[in-house]
């Protein structure tokens, strides 16, 4: 089970941190990715980090403010979001690819675990 939080409600220009924590499986078996839906629009990927979290992949429109990690010993994966913009307003979900592809896939249909979402305001 995954379990997103850290979200709120922030100015723009300012920073949040969401962290997506797993139960009953190590994350470590998974390449990790974060989406976001933003009202009226469909889920759209955010960011991904290889299993070891050697690799990372980001959405053009979050790419030098976001940045994902993750601890493994924590079970843990993060979403480090600076200088944020009112277009940040979504709820953001995390979600794993357990399968062996090499690449990280920005595809959802391509993530099987999914965790429940943590809204994420941007007021400007």
């Known amino acids: 089970q995954l379990q997103a939080s850290g979200g709120g409600l922030v100015q723009a220009g300012g920073t949040l941190s969401l962290s997506c924590a797993a139960s009953?499986?190590?994350?470590?078996?998974?390449?990790m990715g974060w989406f976001r839906r933003s009202p009226g629009k469909e889920r759209e990927f955010v960011a991904g980090i290889w299993r070891s979290g050697s690799g990372t992949t980001y959405a053009r429109s979050v790419m030098g403010r976001f940045t994902i990690s993750r601890d493994n010993a924590k079970n843990t994966v993060y979403l480090q979001m600076n200088s944020l913009k009112p277009d940040d307003t979504a709820v953001y979900y995390c979600?794993?690819?357990?399968?062996?592809?090499?690449?990280?896939?920005?595809?959802?249909?391509?993530?099987?675990?999914w965790g429940r979402g943590t809204q994420v305001t941007v007021s400007s």
């Open positions: 009953g499986r190590p994350l470590s078996n998974y390449k």
């Open positions: 979600a794993a690819d357990p399968t062996s592809r090499v690449a990280i896939t920005t595809i959802e249909a391509d993530y099987i675990y």
